[in-house]
């Protein structure tokens, strides 16, 4: 079955040292560079790089399969509500500051809700503020589309995610519109039906033990000691 | 470190000086050193980032074995505790214009690694980040645009990471302390580098 | 340097801090090598140094380390694909495919032959890849930086590759248990295969002459960390450092995985055992792995399926294999990378742990051969032995 | 593991003990090896894999019988078999020049785990044993160097890979509660 292994020795290993040769490296100085001037031009990723999600939200039926295959655990199934109705399936938010773009999400998805596109690059400041662009609800694929062919730059298509204290996001894509929408909890089963207090109290709890803001807090205090 | 006082830092940003302040923020911006220090497995990223294929020194932008003569610190990916202890010393080893950018998810929150016992979670608890750019590599575009943020975070005069860490120097301490435990510096950062 | 001259005040300084020059004899001290220096990468050495000479290098790994075999133990066994292959970060898809194979042993699946062709594929241009990182990182070393601009340059193509076939550039997350992930992109990609192939062989000419023939590289190299034939066995050092010695071991031809045994190839060896050796082993070694991909190009890849049919893998979460265990492992261009894989029957592997070649060649064999050596010679060392220190750390 | 399905059935009875070993290359080399350490067991897995199982008493003087045809150590894999309250120690040898994988298991039990150093047979285990010590805390008689090796000291102390140690909980105590927003209580998650 295997071939006899062929060895060969030093008479074809071996070279000899030139003193002489490595001048000939002079012949690049007339040859074409390779370089990629960046800000003046542009490299396309290839067609499917695995890049931001996108997320059909009438297809999704909030399964948590994504959720459970997710190595770095950064799918997090959540209760929206848009225009003061809630859907009837959880949605999967996900987190940048984890997720590893490894689109195992994408394959399990059972109806092909989840999807990627190109796009991959997305920088903040280090603040909280900013972070919060980092874990988001993925939109529509066409909305995400329509901005790349706009932009051209495969950046991320949300520029501001402004969260408010009642629990309500606004993301505020790059061509200027807007999507709204409220959190009301999170997890595979719905939030209790008795509404109007208690998920909004939820989500504010959960929001208050979130790292960072903590963090920005004991900063606070302690400039406010310092002055 | 410890015995030094707020005040004794040089200060760049005195009266005298506020006319010449475009002057340094043009300077600051046009030659950023890196600290040849790639903490994680983003170091893959900066090989083709410093040669011919993207080749960031058109930028003035130039890896440098220094600490001491380094301005932007890339945290190329996850950092262990162990690392860490040497991030923070190489960090405040830098002269004070100094810049952070962390690569991908793991600095930023964990990553793949958010159960892993030796993985830190927040690098932002330990020393301030200036911009975060995900990705896990993130493509070498990705850094250079992330790279050109903190060139345009230094034109504005955005990039005060390391006005927060001396400002917040004694929560930043604290911080490093409840993880490494007190006197960390003492026992073991010592050992490399005698004049600390 | 013999007569390397510490000024008193200096050295009354340190010796008040009590380390850093430690002084024992006039001229012995401490030197810490690493982990902020480019030939390292995240990995730190104290010599023992006495003038200009090692006495003693201690080598002090675990800045990468992760707890890969811990994090595994806690993921099903489709999920640990986008983990484990954060061990060998220029040559990811070695991991991979080790896993995989392991995986496929247990469950004892015939893995489809358009897999196979692709798996097989995959690795050589991963070992192609690798080796432009290698030169990259092996003429920065020895002063010829020019060098590494080109490879890092070519490595480019083969990333543009990468990405169209697999949707990553660095970490590809590609080899599944059971096959592959997605099929080839079409003929256009073969060709642009076989173009880089062409291309990277007419630019190995350019390598020799700036890299491989140059007198610098041999005065560098030559008479530098030599090893025996006994002492490499002894110390389990694998790959091209072990053909350097006079050992026809490639786990290619010894323990024949994929399509190999039907490609022809050849093994280099030379006797030496120094690091010259090893560069030119290295060297022939990218000639072969251009002919390997010439040849699968004119195999093609065969037609059918690129996954296995098993009705388990409906449910990827919670996809069981049975237990069992098994150990597999190819050739990379740093070694015999391993790993052993033990399975209880439930979704998530009781035990999974790995064998980078770099166990070896990074601790013990490097602690060896530093002894008595330059300090100038410690790059040299670190980038022929190809030390890899996450494969130590994991 | 299923043996190897090609083995030919018509062996001639060697032994009554083990009448499994196929007249093969690696049949061959266990009957060899089990002459010489006949309280060892061994068998055939397939082509190029055999599997010796040794009692921890007597390990170091089967790997230097095994050392001789089987040049290379390549690792030492330790599982922790915690419903068995052992650890099984499996030696991965290989053999250069008949190109056979070999494993050697043995176990040992979990308190106060303990086994003769193999370092005089390949020095190279010192590497091995420093991380087997340092992950499970199985102490390796003679070997100089065992203690913090990768790990910091406080890691080391709780020998992480052993399977009685919760990495969430772990994590959870040093860098704080907050970082994992998740409740495990709501959601059915397979990691």
Known sequence: MTMPARVVGEEKVKIKKSFVKPWMGIKYLFKKPVTIKIPFEKIEPAPKYRGFHTLDWKKCVGCNFCGQICPARAIEMTWLEVDGKMEKRPHPKVDYGRCTFCQFCVDVCPTGALGFTEAYYLSTGGSEEDLELFNWVPIHPDKVRELNEKFGDYRFPVEKIEKKADGTYVYHLRDGSTIEFKILGYGIRPPKKPTPTKPTAKTAEKKETKPAEKKENVKQAEKKEGA | MSERKNDEFISYELKEFKLFEPLFRWARKKSLWIVAFCTGCGGIEMPPLATARYDFERFGIMPNPAPRMGDLFLITGYVTPKTLKRIIITYEMMQDPKYVLAHGSCPINGGVYWDSYNVVKQLDKYIPIDVAIAGCMPRAEAVMQGIMD??????????????????????????????????????????????? | MANLEVPKELREEARKHDMYLTPISK??????????????????????????????????????????EKLAEQRPYFTNIALILRICVPESDVPENIYSMAVDEIMGWEVPERAIWIRTTVLEMARLSAWMFWIMGFGNEIGLYTAGQWAAAYRERLMRLFEELTGGRVYHIYTVPGGVRRDIPGDRWLRQLRDTVEYIKSKLKDFDEILFDNYIMFERTEGVGVMDKRFALKHAVTGPNLRAVGVPYDVRKDDPYYLYPELDFEVPVLKEGDSLARVLVRRYEIEQDLYILEQLLDMGPPSGPYMV???????????????????????????????????????????????????????????ELLKGARLADVPVILKTLDNCPPDIDR | MAVNDNKVETVEKAEEKKPELPNTKEGNLVRELLEKAPYAEGSVRREKRIEFRVPAERIHEFLELASETFEMLMQISVVDWLKENEFELVYQLWSVSESVHAFVKTRVPR????????????????????????????????????????????????????????????????????????????TNYVI
């Open chain 3, 309 to 367: 049919q098993d009705p388990k893998l409906k449910n990827l979460p919670r996809f069981k294999v049975p237990a069992g265990d098994a150990y597999a492992h190819v050739e990379s261009t740093k070694g015999d990378f391993g790993v052993y894989m033990v399975s209880n029957g439930t979704h998530k592997p009781y035990r999974v742990h790995f064998r980078g070649p770099s166990q070896s060649h990074g601790v013990t064999v490097l602690e």
């Open chain 4, 111 to 186: 308190e106060n785990a303990k086994l003769p150093t193999v370092m005089d047979i390949w020095p190279v285990a010192e590497t091995y044993e420093r991380e087997a010590h340092e992950f499970f805390g199985i102490v390796f008689e003679g070997n100089p160097r065992l203690g913090p090796f990768i790990l910091e000291p406080r890691e080391y102390e709780k020998h992480p890979l052993r399977k009685d140690f919760n990495t969430l909980s772990y994590v959870k105590t040093i860098y704080g509660e907050d970082f994992d927003r998740y409740d495990e209580s709501k």
């Open chain 3, 27 to 68: 001229d012995t001290y401490e030197l810490f090598f690493g982990p902020q220096h480019m030939a390292t990468e995240n990995f730190s050495i104290i010599l023992k140094m006495d003038g200009n000479r090692i006495e003693r290098a201690i080598v002090n790994p675990g800045f990468l380390h992760r707890g890969f």
């Open chain 2, 150 to 196: 903190i060139i345009r975070k230094i034109e504005n005069g955005e990039a005060d990471g390391w006005k927060r860490y001396r400002e917040n120097y004694e929560w930043y301490r604290k911080n490093q302390d409840e993880l490494f435990g007190e006197g960390w510096r003492e026992k073991d950062a010592k050992r490399w580098l005698a004049w600390l």
